[in-house]
């Protein structure tokens, strides 16, 4: 073989090996993303499970019928109109 029919064969050679470098590289990144995106799916699991438990209690509290006398009470109170003093205590929002 000549010089030049071996400058062929080692860039053909480059060529494959940097082909199979790449292919590695991309199944790594796509590996990676996968669990990356397993991770992210687990904690959003998580957090709707947390959520429905939140969900849960609040259902609970709002269907107890005014059991709990103080929920009872604070209850009635808003009905209650606010005295005129309390009113000029009071500043706005804005």
């Not at 064969?9 to 990676?32: C, D, N, P, Q």
């Not at 609970?60 to 059991?67: A, F, G, K, P, R």
């Amino acid at each position: 073989m000549h010089g030049i029919q071996w400058t062929a064969v080692i860039i053909v050679a480059l060529v494959f090996v940097s082909g199979i470098i790449k292919t590695i590289y991309r199944h790594k990144e796509k590996t990676a993303v996968n669990k990356l995106n397993d991770i992210s799916s687990q904690k959003m699991e998580e957090e709707i499970l947390s959520m429905k438990d939140r969900i849960a209690v609040l259902e609970h509290i709002v269907t107890d019928n005014y059991q709990n006398f103080a929920l009872n009470q604070a209850i009635e109170a808003l009905d209650q109109p606010v005295p005129k003093s309390k009113k000029e205590n009071i500043s706005p929002l804005v």
